[in-house]
């Protein structure tokens, strides 16, 4: 079976604050993604990376980064948390080849206050 | 540019009851797929279903079927006596062949199966 973790459940930090949300996955997937999801507007995507070292921007990647420095490990950075980055952060992974097979992760309540 | 529109944003239901969740999509893309997913209280979204764009057979698995109309571009998806562990809330999903290697997500419809 294909598991995704990611670090916490649950998140408080402070405006300005640099945040850091870890995605791990075991399946030697070259596919990893992270995205928010915000009631009424589903989940969006943030950033992807389908190599190591490599990074796509998604629909919203203002305001966030992401490392990839090992194939089974992709970071989120919040550079300076702000209260609208409230949310719930959702990792993914897949296969090279296999874009539309993603498999995700319980998901990280951040609450910026 | 893709969208996928899911009307519903709440439906509640006693147990037993049969419930259809709409989901409405738009792409210019000639070659797609769709996808169902299930994000149970747990948090981690559950894939469901896949279907290809070119393939509008229904489908059926136990309870759920999934009927797909490219004439009116909807996927919709039927919970046939539904129980209260399908509570949770669906996504439906789109990623045309063009699109990057973007899943567009719908907003999500929340079902709340009373017992």
């Known amino acids: 079976d294909v598991k995704v973790t990611q670090s916490s459940r649950y998140l408080v930090k402070r405006t300005g604050e640099k945040v850091f949300l870890e995605c791990v996955q075991d399946?030697?997937?070259?596919?990893m993604f992270w995205y928010r999801q915000d009631p009424g507007l589903g989940l969006r995507l943030i950033y992807f990376s389908y190599d190591v070292k490599m990074k796509e921007k998604g629909d919203i990647p203002e305001g966030y980064s992401v490392s990839r420095e090992k194939k089974e490990r992709f970071s989120l950075i919040l550079e300076s948390a702000s209260t609208n980055q409230t949310s719930m952060y959702l990792c993914?992974?897949?296969?090279?080849?296999?874009?539309?097979?993603?498999?995700f992760g319980p998901g990280t309540r951040l609450t910026v206050l | 540019a893709q969208k996928v529109t899911q009307a519903q944003t709440e439906i509640s239901v006693v147990e037993k009851e049969d419930v259809t969740l709409d989901c409405v999509y738009e792409t210019r893309d000639t070659t797609y797929y769709l996808f169902w997913y299930k994000q149970p209280p747990s948090g981690e979204l559950v894939f469901l279903i896949r279907?290809?764009?070119?393939?509008?057979q229904n489908e059926i698995s136990g309870r759920y079927s999934w009927n797909f109309q490219k004439s009116t571009s909807s996927f919709n998806f039927t919970i046939t006596a539904s129980q209260v562990v399908d509570s949770a809330v669906y996504f439906c999903a789109l990623m045309g062949n063009n699109a990057g290697n973007m899943l567009t997500f719908g907003g999500g419809t929340r079902l709340m199966v009373k017992p």
């Open positions: 399946m030697d997937h070259e596919n």
């Open positions: 993914a992974s897949s296969l090279k080849n296999h874009l539309d097979t993603q498999y």
């Open positions: 279907r290809n764009s070119f393939d509008e």
